[in-house]
């Protein structure tokens, strides 16, 4: 009986001492195009397959720089200058030797995202980016800068391509509609042409839409030129069989208007409203705006 426990307890100590089993380590491959020639970090693009295995991309060398455990023993394929670097060796791998990485090839985390704000990030403009659409200027894409039912003032940074906040109105208003802006259109005031789209939901601001314009409202800022086309959403089922500002109701016209009259009075700024125009003349204007926007491109690429 002694010895079946000795026997026991000997095989139950090997069992102890063999290393667990190990799933195989992911592999890691060069995206097409590299992404790292845009962005100095690019994140990790995960993939679960029905067996639960995962697909790992990695476009540059920062996992392997950071993390050298994870990439021991992987199939990698990455560009010279990395592999040479951080990727063992065939014959390493032969003779099963722990392979050894040279961290001085890489700069500290802090040092690389220093650097990475240096460079240029390729983004999209929405104002220069974005088509106008093939309809123009009947039917066009809208860029929504300020939600029907907002009071704070979103406007378009032109240097940077994002929505910002320029004020909280000092009147107690709000929006009357989705108020934004048309891209690759531009006025005398050196702002792309302006536009209050009717529907039945505010929009976030940032998104685009497909409007379709109904009239124009002409309006005088401060002693400028500041029209603004008015659009009924292409996509509204409630409002996109309107096709001139005429077949709206007297009301909302009246809202429209005493909103833009007053919508700068505390701030001591005066604004005129001049009566509305028809649908012919908002495509006259829109098409004005284009032509403007594409000499300033031409005018552009001379400089």
Same mark, same amino acid.
């Given at each position: 009986?002694?010895?079946?426990?000795?026997?026991?307890?000997?095989?139950?100590? #090997?069992?102890?001492?063999?290393?667990?089993?190990?799933?195989?380590?992911?592999?890691?491959?060069? @995206?097409?195009?590299?992404?790292?020639?845009?962005?100095?970090?690019?994140?990790?693009?995960?993939?679960?397959?029905?067996?639960?295995?995962?697909?790992?991309?990695?476009?540059?060398?920062? #996992?392997?720089?950071?993390?050298?455990?994870?990439?021991?023993?992987?199939?990698?394929?990455?560009?010279?200058?990395?592999? @040479?670097?951080?990727?063992?060796?065939?014959?390493?791998?032969?003779?099963?030797?722990?392979?050894?990485?040279?961290?001085?090839?890489?700069?500290?985390?802090?040092?690389?995202?220093?650097?990475?704000?240096?460079?240029?990030?390729?983004?999209?403009?929405?104002?220069?980016?974005?088509?106008?659409?093939?309809?123009?200027?009947?039917?066009?894409?809208?860029?929504?800068?300020?939600?029907?039912?907002?009071?704070?003032?979103?406007? #378009?940074?032109?240097? @940077?391509?994002?929505?910002?906040?320029?004020?909280?109105?000092?009147?107690?208003?709000?929006?009357?509609?989705?108020?934004?802006?048309?891209?690759?259109?531009?006025?005398?005031?050196?702002?792309?042409?302006?536009?209050?789209?009717?529907?039945?939901?505010?929009?976030?601001?940032?998104?685009?839409?497909?409007?379709?314009?109904?009239?124009?409202?002409?309006?005088?800022?401060?002693?400028?030129?500041?029209?603004?086309?008015?659009?009924?959403?292409?996509?509204?089922?409630?409002?996109?069989?309107?096709?001139?500002?005429?077949?709206?109701?007297?009301?909302?016209?009246?809202?429209?208007?005493?909103?833009?009259?007053?919508?700068?009075?505390?701030?001591?700024?005066?604004?005129?409203?001049?009566?509305?125009?028809?649908?012919? @003349?908002?495509?006259?204007?829109?098409?004005?705006?284009?032509?403007?926007?594409?000499?300033?491109?031409?005018?552009? #690429?001379?400089?």
């Amino acid at each position: 009986m002694l010895s079946f426990f000795v026997a026991l307890y000997g095989k139950l100590a #090997l069992r102890w001492r063999e290393p667990p089993s190990i799933p195989p380590l992911p592999s890691f491959y060069k @995206t097409t195009p590299p992404l790292s020639s845009l962005f100095p970090f690019t994140p990790l693009l995960y993939s679960v397959s029905h067996s639960s295995n995962f697909e790992i991309c990695a476009s540059s060398s920062i #996992l392997a720089a950071e993390m050298p455990e994870i990439v021991a023993g992987a199939d990698i394929v990455m560009d010279d200058e990395i592999a @040479t670097n951080v990727v063992p060796s065939i014959e390493s791998k032969a003779q099963n030797k722990v392979p050894t990485y040279d961290h001085s090839a890489h700069p500290p985390l802090n040092e690389r995202i220093l650097s990475s704000m240096t460079r240029r990030s390729i983004a999209a403009h929405p104002w220069h980016d974005l088509e106008i659409g093939p309809g123009a200027p009947n039917i066009f894409n809208c860029v929504i800068e300020i939600a029907k039912g907002s009071k704070v003032k979103y406007e #378009l940074d032109k240097k @940077t391509g994002l929505i910002k906040v320029d004020r909280v109105l000092y009147s107690s208003v709000v929006y009357p509609h989705n108020y934004g802006f048309i891209p690759r259109t531009i006025c005398e005031d050196s702002d792309p042409l302006d536009v209050l789209v009717i529907m039945q939901e505010p929009v976030l601001p940032g998104c685009f839409l497909r409007a379709k314009a109904i009239g124009l409202m002409p309006m005088i800022d401060q002693g400028e030129k500041d029209d603004k086309i008015i659009a009924v959403c292409a996509d509204d089922p409630e409002y996109r069989h309107y096709n001139d500002i005429k077949e709206l109701p007297p009301h909302r016209l009246a809202e429209i208007r005493r909103f833009f009259e007053d919508y700068k009075k505390n701030e001591n700024k005066e604004v005129a409203v001049n009566d509305f125009l028809p649908a012919s @003349t908002a495509f006259e204007a829109i098409k004005h705006s284009m032509t403007l926007y594409a000499n300033y491109i031409v005018e552009s #690429l001379r400089r």
